[in-house]
């Protein structure tokens, strides 16, 4: 199979070119937290230092990133308080991912600059992909498509529900 007919891409595809930083705009992360509609955007939850939103081409379902509000391009640019936020959000997205969708693992990554596979190498963020044994089907395997088997406002309303309902300390 070359093809899996896919029209609600074609927005990504047209703003391909606004990935990067436009003069006066900030990067495309920049633009998302300063949004008004978090809902709208895909950010699930707002920190002192970073947010977290919904991948919005995910590799499976529940598939997050952890951004900070502030673009840098490099790990070693992050303060320590962006890195200290940013450490302690892995364990409590994995926390809110497991309540929401029952993984059976994670991986968790960061793609830095574009020779790192980085897709917005303008503004640095970390990955957290859920994973469940036997995920990888014959789509990706023999067509190099992912299958998605549910909407995003569906994940967003399952992991806005298990943050809500973590311990205080864990939200």
């Known amino acids: ?8 891409r074609r927005a990504h595809l047209e703003a391909e070119g606004q990935r990067t930083t436009t003069a006066g705009e900030g990067t495309l992360f920049e633009r998302l937290a300063n949004a008004h509609d978090d809902e709208a ?9 970073v947010f977290v ?12 990133m952890i ?14 308080d962006e890195q200290i936020e940013i450490a302690g959000l892995i364990g409590r997205c994995m926390t809110w991912l497991t309540a929401a969708f029952h993984p059976d693992g994670f991986n ?3 793609n830095q600059g574009s020779a ?15 994973r469940w044994s036997g995920d990888t089907n014959f789509m990706p395997v023999t067509g190099g498509t992912k299958v ?6 569906a994940t967003y309303r399952k992991i806005k529900a298990a943050i809500a309902a973590a311990q205080p300390e864990d939200q």
């Open 67 to 80: 951004v900070p509000y502030r673009p840098v391009t490099t790990y070693q640019a992050l303060s320590a």
């Open 116 to 130: 790192g596979g980085a897709g917005v190498p303008d503004h640095l963020h970390l990955h957290i992909v859920p």
């Open 108 to 110: 968790v990554g960061l």
């Open 41 to 49: 955007n895909l950010i699930v939850w707002r920190g002192a230092q």
């Open 1 to 8: 199979m070359e093809r899996l007919w896919s029209p609600w």
């Open 148 to 153: 998605i088997p549910e909407a995003l406002d």
């Open 53 to 64: 939103i919904l991948n919005k081409y995910p590799y499976t379902n529940g598939h997050v």
